[in-house]
């Protein structure tokens, strides 16, 4: 009886290691369909099919123009969902417990737009459970810090950081994140003239959050 019981004790720390040793490609091929809602599972098999034969990784999604897998690495993921819209991953260490993922955190940021671009930051577990609760890195203190009303003044912007557009670019070698700003600012045309702020903020993964 002994026996049996340190024998399946073994097996369930092998899967556990297992799941631990998760790397991108098996959390990208194991993404629910809903959560890239025109991008098939089929559609991932055949890009990471495609990027391991070096050719350029295209596929016909849902919508009916083409996707694109451009970069995937053991922790890092690019995709280019349309003209308008990219996605990132990356896997990111996470501390016991924390918004009630695993050891292993998947960070996804979707950006949308054109000549102005916003994104929107997500977190999952490498089951594709999503994770609420953790702060949001667009509103961290040295984002708002640099939109402070004073802050945007001196560089002759209007002091209105609701009118603020961030968009969020992961690193693909570290855990860290750089956010980038610009103010549309309407024109009496009917044209709008983007406006980057001269300052880029860096935010690295403590295990918690993006700090």
């Known amino acids: 009886m002994k026996y049996i019981l340190v024998l399946v004790a073994i097996v369930l720390s092998t899967f556990d290691a297992a799941a631990q040793r998760q790397d991108m490609r098996d959390v990208f091929k194991h993404m629910p369909d809903s959560v890239l809602g025109y ?34 690495t053991t922790d890092y993921l690019r995709l280019t969902l ?11 260490p996470c501390a016991p417990g ?18 102005i671009r916003e994104s929107v930051v997500s977190y999952y577990t490498t089951r594709w459970k999503a994770v609420d609760g953790l702060p949001d ?3 961290s203190d040295k984002v ?13 912007f ?3 950081s609701a009118s603020v557009c961030k968009e969020a670019e992961l690193s693909p070698s570290s855990n860290s994140m750089t956010i980038k700003m610009t103010i549309p600012v309407f024109l009496t045309d009917r044209k709008i003239e983007v406006k980057p702020l001269d300052k880029s903020i860096t935010l690295n993964w403590d295990g918690t959050s993006f700090k």
């Open 39 to 72: 991008l098939s599972e089929n559609n991932r098999l055949d890009m990471i099919d495609f990027i391991d034969s070096k050719m350029q990784a295209k596929v016909e999604n849902g919508l009916g123009g083409t996707s694109r897998l451009d970069t995937i």
């Open 82 to 92: 349309t003209p308008a819209s990219t996605v990132e991953m990356r896997l990111l």
């Open 98 to 115: 924390n918004g009630g993922a695993d050891s292993t955190l998947v960070c996804l940021v979707a950006t949308y737009g054109d000549s």
């Open 137 to 139: 890195p667009l509103q």
């Open 144 to 156: 708002n810090n640099c939109l402070s009303t004073d802050s945007l003044v001196s560089d002759g």
């Open 158 to 160: 209007p002091a209105v």
